[in-house]
Every structure is written in structure tokens, then in C-alpha cells.
């Protein structure tokens, strides 16, 4: 069974290698939405993967 944090892990460092390559690749405004959408997809990867949850659990 694969664990959801490594999957988040892996994705999370993933996406991060792929921004640092666009940014050397491209200048102006291709590397700049490409950095922001690359930064809002780890922050969806982390929140997806831990349950959308914070570190105390929904105040259902």
C-alpha cells in the first residue's frame, strides 16, 4: 500500500524540481505563472493528501 505523505512527498519534490527548471529555462512573465502555478500545486498536493484538515482536525 502506497502511504499518502510519501505520495505528497514525491510530488511536493517533484514539483518543486519542475519550477526551479522553468524558472532557468524561461525568463519574464512565463517563468513568473509558471512558479505560481507550480506554488499552488504543492499547496493542493499537502492539503489534499492530509485531509484538508489543520493540525487539530475540523471543528465539526
Do not use: N, W
Not at 21 to 28: L, M, P, Q, T
Not at 31 to 58: F, I, N, W
Amino acid at each position: 500500500m502506497v502511504r499518502p505523505r510519501l505520495v505528497a512527498f514525491v510530488a511536493a519534490g517533484a514539483t518543486v524540481i519542475a519550477g526551479l527548471g522553468i524558472r532557468a529555462a524561461f525568463d519574464g512573465s512565463v517563468a513568473k505563472y509558471a512558479g505560481d502555478l507550480l506554488y499552488r500545486t504543492v499547496g493542493q498536493c499537502s492539503g489534499v493528501h492530509a485531509g484538508g484538515e489543520g493540525p487539530r482536525g475540523s471543528a465539526r
